[in-house]
């Protein structure tokens, strides 16, 4: 079992008041989406290990002023490293994102 795992589900099981209240979302220095090779796998990137622990409640606010698309926010993210990634070249941006 991983440590995001754990989070996931047991940790929300022992605390069950967390649930629907509580997201967890991890961000790593070597992370990559299974089957990417593209920029899309800094999204997820951070200078060490890390876990975001958001309020669901208020990520429901700022999806629905995203038109209740959720995907807008990554597809954003995205567009931005892959127009950093034509303007400075692939190896600029892997190296900025180191």
Known sequence: MTLVQYLEEDMMEENDNLRGVEQITPFHPLFQFEGSGSVDNYTNHSPYPMFHILRENEVSKAVDK???????????????????????EREVVEKAMK
């Not at 995203?66 to 400075?88: I, P, T």
């Open 66 to 88: 995203l038109g209740g698309d959720a995907s807008q926010v990554w597809k954003r993210n995205v567009g931005l490293l892959e127009n950093m990634e034509m303007k400075l």
